[in-house]
């Protein structure tokens, strides 16, 4: 899932005491049991967890969620899959939970099913559009939906102008010469590009026809980018193309959540040690009340209401929910293998 | 008035030598200066190379550092723990305190890592109290360093003592050192500049860094330099000096020292007011100089008007000859025939152009009259004839008299004014003619360089003009009179500047006039006159280059290519030429068939001296010329071989001297023996 840059993007939100109430509310089962030693220091445990960067630093859910959960928030902060699948092969045993991203889901599947942890009553809440889809999933009991995205262009008029009939192959025409971000994500890029070439031969073909001599990007830390005079487009994702696009100098960039080519992507969050905190903690931040608060602030989508955030472009294009839209499918172990070793290799020869 | 300062001799040699002095002082102060010159110039060259030295030790150190800090912020540890939480950097800590310890600089005494954004302390390590720290942006893009396109979410400080970096910067170079107290230290500051090494340097930086460098050793080659550069120019001065002072000696003292020695008593005293004396003979002098300036401009005024006087006197004695045919031809003017008409003509033009002349001097020359006029390219031989007809026809009440043209160089160019060349030529004709009492010839015979080598000794082209008259000759001891003084001989009315003027003009064109008489035999004048160069001319049709300098242009005998001719015929009759042409090549023999005595005198020049020449006697044509009196003119060129091809009897051509013989109208071929030979 995309990350963000969240201090600019909500500058001026906070959680308010009355959040805080609510969360303690919904979560009833939390064990309050944190105190103060002799030295005045928090003997409160500690709740590890590795996240998609931003989430975690939107002001205020942290402290809701030491405060409600009695526990000190540690969380590791990863930019991709594969940093996320690094620092969850070093220390698979250190975290107590996960948010990551459904389609690596095959890739940790076997790590991440504990018996005896349940949590997927939450889901019995969603959307019911977003509830089937949690169905067919059959993911395990403490493994649910934490949020979900679009994937879209966010675009420069100075330089480009990309439009809802717009192909793949005339967008990447119209931005040659100029700078190209495309999200450091194997499997949402290789659905942007090449979902209708299953021969190889023709794939390889059009990843030179497309990225030849192209200045491309392939990265999820591209606000500085965004900020340079011939940048033209970023595929990202919505969370993140809509905090930049907020940001005073870059008011004039447009996001298109392209009625083909965009899709819905999903981050899971999986409890993986059965302690009270832990438990606490994935329950409070799965909560309707802070998932909400999250994709108001995020400009994601929250499982609970399935809503798409008007976005100009998308609302012209009559799309309000997720379920209409296409969701990115999870291959299986060795597809996925695949496609991020081509990922890997692609970066490797058309990265800046 | 520059004397007056100086009342004695002694004064002026002593303020010399003051002056010497004051020279000599000037070198020593200017030498001072240059010294201070180049003393300065090389001391900011030394305190700018200083300076380029310790940038450089700086930038080799804050290159070194950034290297080691590049290393270690690329390792894996190093951005996990960036992106970690406190539980996971704790794991991690020692690691990265090991990571960072291998930056090896003894100047950090502390380091901490902050996140920007959250405003966050995520490490520190050392002592971290310091003012002084440098500060720098960690900017990170998929996890590489890119100062670029990075995100730059974290700053590390690097906290330096500035006594302990200035010391590392001076161990750099053994010449430089860290500043001490009431040093002129170079100082800077990291907080000045962008970059530390690859890494951008973020605000909050305060490193200041003061080092000095030693000075070179004094250069005692400069000093030796400037030394020798001194008493070169000392020695310069004196001996210099010593020439102004020989120099006034001889040009002013002496002279000076003569002229008031008159003035001094015996006793060698000066007398009172001498010097006054002085410049009142300068003053005298001086007055005098300007009188004879006004004279002079005043004889120049003079000179003028002499000079118009002369050229009015030339004006009527020139326009007295043209004036003469027009007289002469006033009376017959009605029952005039083409021929007077003519002459009537030409004389008008002669007035005409002598009227130009004189009004050309004075516009040209305001305040001068001159009697240069304007040089102009003219055949001579054209203007000969022409002025040989003019006299033929103004002395026509002389028919006893003949004016004989013997002319064997043609197409002769001159550069000199044609109206003043034909009244130079008319002056000496109308003496030769006049000094025939009763009857006579006068020949006109023209010349070539090719006859004349031996009466120049330039490179130059003469032609000669010769005029012999069998008057009654000039006494040989007027003839010096004649040429300068303006004697005039045997006229009534005679003003004596005919042959004055015309040796005038002759030298003025840088010729020669030559008078050769003897009393009751005749009177030779040859006038030697220089041809022009084929550049100014373009009457020619056929050029030569002479040589050395110039191409030079006259037909002459010696220049142009012969002619391949065996037979000349000059013939009126078109078929009898034809006839001629076709017995000539019958018996191998080229025959050049002619119509007139013009195209023969066209062609003389390059026929062969020994060629044969038939001549028709009845020539008829516009001219109604005859044949046989070309015959003079022919010998006189050189030919030998004449020969009269006529059908009249030859007993009527008896008086024709110099013929070879004389044959009929048939073709004569072989011409090895005339029909008829004339004894």
Redesign the interface.
Known sequence: MGGFYF?EAIIGLRLNFALFLLAVFFVPNIPAHGALDFNGESSRP?V??LTW?GYL?IDGIRETIEQSCDV?????????NS?FL??WRQ?ED?YDLIIFSDTIYPSVASGIKRKGIVIDDIASKYHPDVQKKYKQKKYPKNVLFFIHSLTGFLWNPKTVSISRDDTVEIIFEKASGKLIVLL?DALEVNTLLFEKDKNEVLRDQRIVDLLQSRNV???N?????LS?ENFAFAYSWSGDAIAHKNRSELKHLRFLVHPALSHVSTDLIAQLKSTTGAECVVRTLSSEAVVNQIAEATNYVSPFKAEIKPFRESSKNGISNIASLRWLSSPNRDDFQDIHARWERMKVKFT? | MIWKRFSTLAEFQRRTSRSFLLWLLLIFLGTIFLHRLVFEHLSRREAHYQSLKIQTSIQKYASTLSEQLAIIASTDLFIDFLHSGSATRQDMEPNLTALIARIRNKDIVGVTIRNKIKDDLVYSFGEINLPTKILLSLCYLNRELDQRYGVCENEIAFYIATDSISSSIAGSDTRILPCLANTDCFRFNFAEIDHFGSFKIAKGTNLPVLAYMESPEVNYLLYLFEVLLFLALSLFGIFYQRRFSRFLSTYVADPIRKMTGQLQSEDGRVIPNADESDLLEIQCLYKNLQDWSRARAKIGELEISAQIGELATHVAHDIRSPLAVLESLQKEIISNSKEQGELLRSSIRRIQSIAEDLLLRYREKKSQISIHSEPKNFNVNLALKRLIEEKVCSHRDRPSVRVLFKNCAYFITASFSSSQFERVVSNVLNNAIEAILHSGDVTLRIKVRSELEDIFETDLNYFLIEIEDNGCGIPADKIKAVLHNGLSLGKEKGSGLGLSYVRHRIREWGGKIEIKSELGSGTVVRLYLPYVSIQESKEFRYKKNLGKGSLRSVLTDRDLPPLPWDVVLVDDDMLNRHNWVRSARRNGQLLLALSNLNELRENLPRLRKDINIFLDSDLGGEFSERGEEIVPELINCGFSKIFLATGHNPEKFTHVHGLSGIVGKRPPFPVSEPILQIS
């Open positions: 201090r500690t590890n967890v960067w630093t000190n928030l540690s969380f590791d902060q990863y930019f991709s940093e690094r620092r220390k250190r450091d990007f392939f990265t830390e591209f606000q500085t980018i340079k800046q």
